[in-house]
Structure formats: C-alpha cells, structure tokens
C-alpha cells in the first residue's frame, strides 16, 4: 500500500511540475481554476472540514481545483509538503512541529480542531481512569497526538506516565480488534470506533476532548515559502475551508452525506453519533489555540535536539485568517445564513 502512496505521490509530483499554475484573471471578483493536490491523512471524523470543503464544491467557488489524497503516516505527509508535492496538508500538531524544529520549511496557518478526538475505550469491568494503573494501553505511535493525549489526561487524572505500559498497536480498527481480543486492556479511539466499541459491550472510560488541556489535531500546513510566493492562494483556500466548516457546523444534513460518503457507513445512528461528536468541536474561525502548540512543544522537544530558543512565532502565522477577519469574511458567513 505504501509503495502505492509512492508511486502515486511521485506522479503527482510530476504533475504539478509540468501542469501550469493559473493566476487571477485581470476581471474583479474572478478566479482562474488553480490545480493544487491536498494532503490528508487518514479517515476518522475530525477529518471532516477538509472533506467538506471539497464535497460541497467550496475549492471551485473560490477559483481552485482542489484534488484531495490520502497521505496515510505524518512523515509522508511532511515529506509531501516540503517537496511541493502536497501544497496544503491537513493534519495534526507534532509531524510540522518536529519538522520545524529540524529546521523544515513548514508554517501552520489555521486550525480546524483544538482539542483531543478520542475516547479512553477500556475492557468492560474498566470503571475508572485508576483502573488503568498497571494494563496494557495500545496507541497508534510514540511522539504522535494519541501518546499525547494518554500523557495529558494521565497528568490530569494524577497518574504516573509509568504506571502503565503504552504499546504501539496499530491504527484504530487494529486496536479496536486487540481490545476485543485482550491483547491490550484499553486504547484511544474516535468515532465511529467509539461507537462500535460501546456496541460490543466496551466501557468508554473517558472523553479526552474534555481534558483541560487543549490540542491542534486538525491544522492546516503549508511551506512558509509558498506563503510568501502564493499568498492569494492560501487565501482563497482558507476562504474556502473556513465555510466548509462554518457549512459542517451549522448544516447537519449536508456533514452527515460527507460523512456518509467519505466513511463508506450507511448506519444512520453512527453517522449521527459520529457528527454529534465532532460538529460542536470544530473551530469556527479556524484559529489555533496557542496553548495546544505549546502542549504539543512539550511531547515533541524531547526527540529533537533544540538549540537556542524556540521561535513559535514562525512555526504559527494566522495573518490571513487576521486579513479575512478584518475584511468580515467569517461574519458574513454568518450573516447569510442567518438570512436564510
């Protein structure tokens, strides 16, 4: 699969090479089509705004043919983003930060979702975080947001990072599997894993999206360098996601046909569930919560070796989303739906 990804992302890369990039028309008001590949990496639910965005047609309203691939793994991601293959890249704070700190040319420039997306799903006779002490905790990987969020809501819970063993487990229908199994005792899942979980009798221990502490799990990246070179653009992307998550907020209906489509569920009850879950989390402005960042500073700066201060002032730039909020694009939004 991943040799796949490969090959795919090598050939989009040539195609960007050789397709060429569209400006503004001199006519007011009007936008070329401008081709860009955005990355995402994965299909759980906080994945939501970028799919809407796409789904309801909001890149070809504002001028840009936004064709969406699936990146799966945060290095690849970054790896797309930094070679130009993947212009834009949604996905969550640690893969940029780390690669910032490496000295990667990478910026985050808005935020869709500041706060954990998962669940502590536990063995059934699992009544209280304490329980945990001692079992067996699978996450997808070391470094990324599930280690985080197992070592924030430990912090919270006053519970030692050591009195349990974390394991690598695999993605989310894997851990699922082992937690059925017993291979582990408990695991971080999302919807609509969550709710296959409660069906099979699995105890939901607790929803990290009410820790105290905060997240960016669903940001937008770019190179700071096409920020500069291609500013229009970034902000006729952020015109266009940032109603494609003010439209997945506020319209239940055309979220749940997202949903419904880019999940493959057909099951109305988890659609709505998983909906429920994510649609009153989701940032409208897509500003980034600072103190996510620097959550996120705090799991990253461990695996890299940091000299001088660290400069988060250019790791993070909403100076567009500032432009468009000066200019009351995010209030007319509301405006016309109001009127509606």
């Known amino acids: 699969m991943f040799a796949c990804c490969r090959s795919l992302l090598s050939r989009l890369f040539v195609?960007?090479?050789?397709?060429?990039?569209?400006?503004?028309?001199?006519?007011?008001?009007?936008?070329?089509?401008?081709?860009?590949?955005?990355?995402?990496?994965?299909?759980?639910?906080?994945?939501?705004?970028?799919w809407a965005t796409k789904d309801l047609g909001l890149f070809d309203k504002y001028g840009l043919s936004g064709e969406l691939v699936l990146i799966p793994g945060s290095a690849r991601g970054m790896a797309a983003l930094i070679s130009g293959s993947a212009p834009f890249v949604?996905?969550?704070?640690?893969?940029?930060?780390?690669?910032?700190?490496?000295?990667?040319?990478?910026?985050?420039?808005?935020?869709?979702?500041?706060?954990?997306?998962?669940?502590?799903?536990?063995?059934?006779?699992?009544?209280?975080?304490?329980d945990l002490i001692g079992k067996k905790?699978?996450?997808?990987?070391?470094?990324?947001?599930?280690?985080?969020?197992?070592?924030?809501?430990?912090?919270?819970?006053?519970?030692?990072r050591n009195a349990a063993t974390i394991?690598?487990?695999?993605?989310?229908?894997?851990?699922?599997?082992?937690?059925?199994?017993?291979?582990?005792?408990?695991?971080?899942?999302?919807?609509?894993e969550t709710v296959?979980?409660?069906?099979?009798?699995?105890?939901?221990?607790?929803?990290?999206?009410?820790?105290?502490?905060?997240?960016?799990?669903?940001?937008?990246m770019v190179r700071r360098s096409f920020l500069a070179n291609k500013r229009e653009t970034v902000k006729r992307f952020l015109r266009a996601y940032s109603e494609g998550i003010y439209e997945f907020k506020t319209n239940k209906e055309?979220?749940?046909?997202?949903?419904?489509?880019?999940?493959?569920?057909?099951?109305?009850?988890?659609?709505?569930?998983?909906?429920?879950?994510?649609g009153p989390k989701f940032s409208f402005p897509p500003r980034v919560d600072h103190g996510g960042i620097n959550?996120?500073?705090?799991?990253?700066?461990?695996?890299?070796?940091?000299?001088?201060?660290?400069?988060?002032?250019?790791f993070l730039d909403e100076s567009v989303i500032d432009e468009l909020e000066r200019e009351g694009f995010f209030k007319k939004l509301s405006e016309a739906r109001t009127r509606k």
Not at 115 to 121: A, L, N
């Open 90 to 130: 949604q996905g969550s704070a640690t893969a940029p930060l780390s690669t910032y700190l490496r000295g990667g040319d990478v910026v985050v420039v808005a935020a869709a979702l500041n706060k954990f997306p998962f669940s502590v799903v536990a063995r059934k006779e699992m009544r209280n975080p304490s």
């Open 15 to 50: 195609s960007i090479l050789v397709v060429p990039v569209m400006s503004f028309t001199t006519l007011p008001g009007v936008w070329a089509q401008e081709q860009l590949i955005v990355g995402y990496d994965g299909h759980a639910g906080f994945q939501g705004p970028i």
């Open 196 to 220: 296959a979980a409660s069906r099979a009798g699995l105890k939901i221990l607790a929803n990290l999206s009410d820790l105290n502490a905060s997240f960016p799990q669903t940001l937008i």
């Open 167 to 192: 394991l690598v487990s695999g993605g989310a229908p894997e851990r699922l599997a082992a937690l059925m199994t017993g291979a582990i005792d408990a695991t971080v899942l999302s919807p609509p």
């Open 295 to 314: 959550n996120a500073l705090e799991l990253v700066r461990h695996g890299v070796e940091v000299k001088g201060e660290i400069n988060l002032g250019q």
């Open 137 to 160: 905790i699978g996450i997808l990987n070391f470094g990324g947001s599930n280690d985080l969020a197992v070592s924030m809501a430990f912090k919270e819970w006053n519970i030692p």
């Open 254 to 278: 055309k979220a749940i046909k997202v949903y419904a489509n880019r999940l493959k569920q057909k099951d109305l009850n988890i659609l709505e569930e998983t909906y429920s879950f994510y």
